[in-house]
C-alpha cells in the first residue's frame, strides 16, 4: 500500500491540467549515498525505491522549473533544502544553510515534535516561501516583517 507520493510527490499532475500560475512547496527528502550499501534482498529492494523516487523527484522538479523559465506557466519553487541565499534578495529572511539543512534533515515522523523544533520547521517555511514568491513570482510584495515565530529563529 503506499500514497500518490510515488507516483507525483509534488502533487503537480492535477494542477497543471487546469491551472496556469503554480506554487510548489517541497518539502521531500534527499537520498543519500551509502558507503556500505545493504546486501540482503530487502533492504537492497527498499533502496532501489529510494533511488527510482529520487529520479523521479528532480524529473518534477527540472519539468516546473523549466516551465517558469519558458513562461508556459507562471509561479515558483521552493524546498526545504533550498540555500535561501540562491534567491539573490539583500533582504530575506535570516536563514543559515547549515540550520535550515538541519531542519531539512528531520526524518518524517507522525509522532508530536519538540515545539521548538515545530516552530523552527514553520519559520524556515516561511521564510524560504516568501523568498521564492519575491524573486520569481511577485517582485513588487513586501518583504515580512519578521518569523511567525521570533523567539526561535531557524
Excluded at 506554487?23 to 543519500?32: A, C, K, M, P, R
Excluded at 524560504?128 to 515565530?149: I, N, Q, S
Aim: hydrophobic fraction near 40%; include cysteine.
Amino acid at each position: 500500500m503506499s500514497d500518490g507520493g510515488v507516483y507525483d510527490n509534488l502533487g503537480l499532475e492535477t494542477v497543471w491540467k487546469r491551472y496556469e500560475t503554480v506554487l510548489v512547496s517541497d518539502g521531500g527528502g534527499q537520498i543519500q549515498a551509502e558507503e556500505e550499501p545493504k546486501s540482503d534482498w530487502a533492504q537492497h529492494a527498499y533502496r532501489i525505491l529510494g533511488v527510482i523516487d529520487n529520479q523521479v523527484r528532480a524529473l518534477r522538479k527540472r519539468q516546473v522549473i523549466a516551465s517558469f523559465s519558458t513562461k508556459a506557466r507562471s509561479g515558483t519553487y521552493w524546498g526545504i533544502r533550498t540555500n535561501i541565499a540562491d534567491y539573490g534578495l539583500a533582504d530575506a529572511l535570516l536563514c543559515p544553510f547549515d540550520r535550515t539543512t538541519k531542519l531539512a534533515e528531520l526524518a518524517t515522523r507522525l509522532k508530536r515534535m519538540d515545539d521548538q523544533v515545530q516552530e523552527r520547521l514553520i519559520n524556515w517555511g516561511y521564510a524560504v516561501c516568501d523568498a521564492g514568491l519575491r524573486r520569481h513570482y511577485k517582485t513588487d510584495l513586501a518583504r515580512p516583517v519578521g518569523f511567525p515565530f521570533p523567539a526561535v529563529g531557524v
